[in-house]
Every structure is written in structure tokens, then in C-alpha cells.
């Protein structure tokens, strides 16, 4: 039976029992007996479904898939939004593109050979996530505007129970796919709430407001900020900067792809397929000078101050747009535009971050004063601290967030301890600082396609079977990251990014090839999993793993 919190109050009233008062409790009883009936009668009336995909960017369209191609169409895809796209849906502002080439940036069972360019912008990447969406058959599983709510292991039933915005559902398997990059993080600037101007994320960009003509100000320098920037530029009144930490920007090679090229890739599939190869071969020879030789980034450093050079002729302002760090240590972000744009007559730069707002004033932490009419907060995601993490609650009863106060940790970047069959996508130390991110979801689908065989092959296909991450196993793979993690550049290149969490532990990259991710992350090692069954259940055997009867938990009622 689920797990529904809350409970009926049955206490007697006063403190005697006479025939009039004990009549009355039985009463109770009768309609406490009733309620735990109608609750029964409701539970069974939950939509149960095989596995509950959790989000439709990137990485829930792509279990989507796999989950088909693997013969189970027992699922449904839970999205917020009004559409598919995830961050891709979300961020709509000015000059939004991807900096990874497309043809790698897009899946290998999926190419497009009609990418416009090299680095399509905005709309080409959710338009072709619809695409995928409608060529392999996903619409009839999705349900939009479900925001889940909660999610929470029936350790009885051994299954999730999931309640979303538009009521609640059971699944034997949650795979949540809803990113890293969902949650735009609000800065918590004193004034900020009362500024009397407009206000916006770069993630929810409001296009119903005009900035022609206005004095607009930019939060951060992130890869959003350097699209924005440019975009906007032109259009503006003036434009302020405010940049606590310069970045390194090198010049992004984008082009038109010709119609003769995009039509040899439609008649020769395999030249898509080459170019992709070439894409991927040249990120993955560069990985060593991220993760093991930082040194041998000086040379790419210099490049980066050449780049600069030749757009910024002021010596000053090359000065504050120097980043003091290795380049590396934050993302290296790619534009040609950037600091041409930085250059105009009608931009500041301002190499502090904003510290207060006073009326329509904003004041920097180096004191420098300035109006504007608008903020466009440039300032990132929710990544080391994701908010749905708060709510997932596991088998013991805590959230995810709990189970990583003191910093994310996952098996293999897919299963947290005490969390039975429940996975994750671009789960903690799966994101890569260099290449394309679907690399990394299309192995972590590998992963979870194993998953379910293995629980297949434990009797697990009618329910009643878990795999529970061993905390030992979750240790030691994340013991063996973290060690990895020592002589990359993102932990001694100098400079604090959005990879590290606030005890400083980089829990968002994979400090290795994709090549080598993969391999990892091939099959499931039943060794570093519990085997749970319900109690009394039979099934297969559970080879190394240990098998262990399912924890009965408290079934309390809610009116």
C-alpha cells in the first residue's frame, strides 16, 4: 500500500467511557475503518506505470527512446512545461545558441543532416527535439504541465509514488531527467526587490519588454551574458557590465553549413556520421590537458589574450577583462562578438559584481554607482544544489537533498544510496567541461537500459523487485572521482566556478574521456547493488548481490 502522510485523530474525548461515549467510538472506529477502505479504494485507482521519466530535455527524450527500443512502452514522461525542449525550451533571450558544434550536440541514433550551422542557434535545437519527439513515437507517453511535487519510496509496495501537479501516479522505476540547468539561481542583492525597473533571468527571458532605448545592465559573465551582451548591444541606450570574474573567451568558428553539404549528408549518411566522428575525436584528444597536464593549457591562454587583443585596443579595459586564473578552470566560453561588443562607445564595464540596489541606482562592491532602467540577470542555475533533490524521499525516509548535505554523490553517476530504483541523467560528476553532453546521456542510457534488464532477470518486470545502491559501492566511486579529480585544472587552475559546491568539492564534472565514461558505465555491476524483494515475493536470483526483504513501512491515512 503507499505511503500517504497525515492521520486520522481516533483519541477519546474526555476522560470517562460511558455507553453514550463508547458508542461513539465504535462510531469512530467505523469511520476510521471507512476512511483507511476509501483511501484503499483510491491508491488502486493510481495510474502505475513501469518507469516514470522524469523531464523532456535532452536526456528524458533520449530515455524516451531507449526505453521503446528496448521493448517497454509502460512509461510516461512527466514535463513543468507547456513543450519538449527542457533548458532549450526555457531560454529564449537574444543571441541563445549552443557552443558545441551540432552535429556532436545532437543524438547518434538522431543526426540531422539539415543543421543550418555550425552552431545552430536557439530555435533549431528545440525544433529539433520536437522532431525527435514525433519521429520516435513519444507524444502518446508525455504529459505536460506535470510538475512533480514529490516523489516518495513505498518500501511495502517497493515502488514510487509520484505526485505531480495534476494528481499522483506509482512507478517501479523514476528516472529523472530534469537537468542541471533548469532552476535559474536568483542572487540575493539587498534593494534588488524594490528596484523600480524590469527585472528578469536570462531563463525566462520577457520578450514583452522592449529594451530599445534603455539603460540595461547585465548581471554576470557567464555563456549566457556573452550572447546576451552582443545581442543587445546595438539596440541599448547604454549598456553596464558588472563582471566579478572575468572569463576566458576564445573566438567561436561558426558558419553557415552550405545546401551542397547538407545535401551530401541526406543522400551519405555516413559523412554526417564521419564529421561527427572528427568533432568528437579532436574534444576527446583535448581532455588530458583539462584532467592531467593543466600546464599545457598556456598555450591555448595565449591564444585567448590574442583573441582579445585584436578587439580591445584599450589597455585598461584588457586589464579588467584579463581573467586571473588558468584558462580552464571555469567553462571556456566561445564568442566572436563578445568583445567587439565590449569595445562600443555605449558599454561599461564594471570588474565587480553588484552589491545593492538603492532606487533605480545600482551599486557595485567596488562602490561604482549606476542607473538603468532594466537588470538581466546573467547569473546561472541551480546545479550543485538541485531543487528537486528536495524532493525525492528515499527509503529511509530523508530527502535527496538531505542524503547530500555534504555534497552530491551518485554510483556511477545514476543511483544514490538509499534510493531504490531510482536514476538519474546528467547525474553528480557526469558533465564535461570541453564536449558535447549528449556523449554523456547517451551512456547513462546504456546504463539504465541495463538496469531494467537486470531487474527483468531478477523477476523485477511485475514489480515487486528493487536495486538499491550499496552506500560502500557509492563511496568508493565517488572516492575514486574525487581522487581523479585532484589534478584537473577545475580544481587547480586558481578560481571558484559553479562546478564546486560550497564545501569546494567539484561534484558536477567527469575528470576523464567520454570513451572512458562509457566503458564505466557499459552494464550494471549487480556487486555494487542490494537486491530487495517484497515480502513473500519470489523472483529470480540476485547473482553477487545480496538479496533482503522489502522494509515494511508505516501506512498512515490523510483526510
Not at 206 to 223: E, S
Not at 347 to 368: F, H, K, N, Q, R
Not at 451 to 463: E, N, Q, T, V
Not at 537 to 556: C, F, K, N, Y
Amino acid at each position: 500500500m503507499p505511503v500517504i502522510t497525515g492521520m486520522v485523530s481516533v483519541g477519546q474525548e474526555g476522560g470517562g467511557m460511558s455507553e453514550g461515549t463508547g458508542q461513539r467510538g465504535q462510531e469512530r472506529e467505523h469511520a476510521y475503518e471507512r476512511e483507511l477502505e476509501r483511501e484503499r479504494e483510491s491508491e488502486r485507482e493510481f495510474e502505475h506505470v513501469r518507469v516514470a521519466v522524469i523531464g523532456s530535455g535532452f536526456g528524458g527524450l533520449g530515455a524516451a527512446v531507449r526505453l521503446r527500443r528496448e521493448g517497454i512502452t509502460d512509461f510516461v514522461l512527466l514535463e513543468r512545461g507547456d513543450s519538449v525542449g527542457g533548458t532549450w525550451r526555457d531560454n529564449t533571450y537574444p543571441g541563445c545558441a549552443c557552443d558545441i558544434p551540432s552535429h556532436l550536440y545532437s543524438f547518434s541514433f538522431a543526426p540531422n543532416p539539415e543543421w543550418p550551422r555550425t552552431f545552430s542557434g536557439q530555435p533549431y535545437i528545440r525544433a529539433y527535439l520536437e522532431h525527435v519527439a514525433d519521429t520516435f513515437g513519444l507524444r502518446p507517453h508525455l504529459r505536460l504541465g506535470r510538475e512533480v511535487r514529490r516523489m516518495r519510496w513505498d518500501g511495502e509496495a517497493l515502488h514510487w509514488i509520484v505526485e505531480t501537479s495534476h494528481g499522483t501516479l506509482t512507478a517501479d522505476v523514476v528516472v529523472s531527467a530534469s537537468g542541471a540547468l533548469s532552476d535559474p539561481r536568483m542572487p540575493e542583492i539587498p534593494g534588488l526587490d524594490a528596484f523600480p525597473g524590469k527585472v528578469f533571468h536570462s531563463a525566462r527571458w520577457d520578450h514583452g519588454y522592449d529594451l530599445r532605448g534603455k539603460r540595461v545592465a547585465v548581471v554576470g559573465t557567464g555563456a549566457s551574458a556573452i550572447q546576451i551582451v552582443p545581442a543587445v548591444q546595438p539596440e541599448v541606450a547604454r549598456l553596464t557590465l558588472f563582471q566579478r570574474t572575468p572569463a576566458w573567451v576564445m573566438p567561436r568558428t561558426d558558419r553557415a553549413i552550405s545546401r551542397a553539404e547538407r545535401a551530401l549528408h541526406r543522400a551519405l549518411p555516413f559523412t554526417g556520421t564521419l564529421r561527427r566522428q572528427l568533432l568528437w575525436g579532436i574534444r576527446e584528444a583535448q581532455v588530458q590537458a583539462f584532467t592531467k597536464h593543466p600546464d599545457l593549457l598556456g598555450v591555448v591562454e595565449n591564444l585567448a589574450k590574442a583573441n582579445m587583443a585584436l578587439a580591445i585596443k584599450d589597455p585598461a579595459l584588457r586589464a579588467k577583462l584579463t581573467p586571473p586564473y588558468r584558462i580552464g578552470c571555469k567553462r571556456i566560453l566561445l564568442s566572436s562578438n563578445y568583445y567587439p561588443a565590449l569595445a562600443r562607445p555605449n558599454v561599461d564595464v564594471i570588474a565587480s559584481g553588484l552589491a545593492e540596489v538603492d532606487g533605480s541606482t545600482l551599486v557595485a562592491a567596488d562602490g561604482t554607482r549606476t542607473e538603468a532602467d532594466a537588470i538581466i540577470l546573467g547569473t546561472g542555475f541551480h546545479v550543485t544544489d538541485m531543487p528537486i533533490a528536495e524532493r525525492v524521499v528515499g527509503a529511509d525516509g530523508i530527502t535527496l537533498a538531505e542524503a547530500w548535505k555534504d555534497g552530491m554523490q551518485s554510483l556511477r553517476g545514476a543511483s544514490a544510496a538509499g534510493f531504490p530504483n531510482w536514476m538519474t541523467i546528467v547525474g553528480p560528476n557526469t558533465g564535461l567541461g570541453n564536449s558535447s553532453m549528449v556523449l554523456m546521456i547517451e551512456s547513462q542510457l546504456n546504463y539504465m537500459a541495463d538496469y531494467l534488464k537486470k531487474l527483468d532477470g531478477l523477476g523485477g518486470r511485475a514489480g515487486g523487485v528493487a536495486l538499491a545502491a550499496r552506500p560502500a559501492a557509492v563511496r568508493a566511486w565517488n572516492d575514486r572521482v574525487q581522487q581523479r579529480m585532484l589534478r584537473t585544472v577545475w580544481n587547480t587552475g586558481g578560481c571558484t566556478s559553479w562546478y564546486t559546491d560550497a564545501s569546494g568539492r567539484n561534484t558536477t564534472l567527469w575528470p576523464g574521456t567520454t570513451t572512458e565514461f562509457r566503458r564505466a558505465t557499459r552494464q550494471v555491476n549487480l556487486a555494487e547493488y542490494e537486491v530487495i524483494r517484497a515480502a513473500g515475493g519470489g523472483g529470480g536470483d540476485g547473482g553477487d548481490a545480496l538479496s533482503v526483504p522489502a522494509q515494511r513501512t508505516r501506512t498512515e491515512v490523510v483526510r
